[in-house]
């Protein structure tokens, strides 16, 4: 089955805490994507990448790292978490970019920073 | 920056009723992309519309992209409680240094009731 698989889905952490979301995907998809999900803001992107060892800064890449060492995997990286940065955060992925490719979701993970 | 205004932000009708769902922007997208989202899952893409003026169709939902390509539309005719759920908007960046870039509208909030 198709899937874009996201880990941990649910994380509580403190302030400083080094922590890393894992996202894979089984489609063999050149294209991956970080975005995070906050009341009244939508859907924000945070990194991309088009391919291995390809990575650019979305709209909001400040507080976070990615790195894109093989094509299945997009971690992203978030070196000292703040509480600003509880979101509800989702990696997507696509065959090749955007432009008329399916972009398919994770099932998101909810990260809170105390 | 490029921004999507998406509207109206809320939207609540009976079932049986027609409605419409607006993206604006006055950046131009290369791509225009709708999804819908359910409550604690991720964004599932709907369509794709990429050459302005382009219509396409969807059951009962109708999208449709500006001849400029900074705007579209989703039509839904005669409303069902199983449309119910967050739609949103997002655009490709055309710009050539950031085509991975996608911009999302805050989103529409539907609730259809019986």
């Known amino acids: 089955e198709a899937q874009v698989t996201q880990n941990p889905r649910y994380l509580i952490t403190v302030t400083g805490k080094k922590l890393t979301v894992t996202c894979s995907q089984n489609m063999n998809h050149e294209y991956m994507s970080w975005y995070r999900q906050d009341p009244g803001l939508g859907l924000r992107q945070i990194y991309y990448s088009m391919n291995v060892e390809v990575t650019d800064k979305g709209d909001v890449p400040e507080g976070y790292k990615v790195s894109r060492k093989e094509k299945r995997n997009f971690p992203l990286i978030l070196e000292s978490p703040s509480p600003n940065q509880t979101s509800l955060y989702f990696c997507a992925s696509s065959l090749r970019g955007l432009a008329g490719n399916t972009i398919y979701f994770g099932e998101g993970s909810w990260l809170t920073v105390v | 920056t490029q921004l999507l205004e998406q509207s109206p932000q809320f939207l609540s009708i009976q079932e049986g009723e027609n409605l419409t769902v607006y993206c604006n922007s006055s950046s131009v997208f290369s791509s225009l992309q709708w999804y819908r989202q359910e409550p604690g899952e991720g964004p599932v893409l709907l369509v794709t519309v990429v050459t302005g003026g382009e219509v396409k169709k969807l059951k009962r939902l109708t999208f449709q992209f500006g001849d400029a390509r900074k705007d579209s539309s989703l039509h839904i005719t005669a409303a069902q409680t199983g449309d119910t759920g967050l739609y949103l908007c997002?655009?490709?960046?055309?710009?050539?240094?950031?085509?991975?870039?996608?911009?999302f509208g805050k989103g529409t909030k539907l609730s259809v009731k019986p």
């Open positions: 997002a655009g490709a960046s055309n710009y050539g240094g950031s085509q991975g870039n996608l911009i």
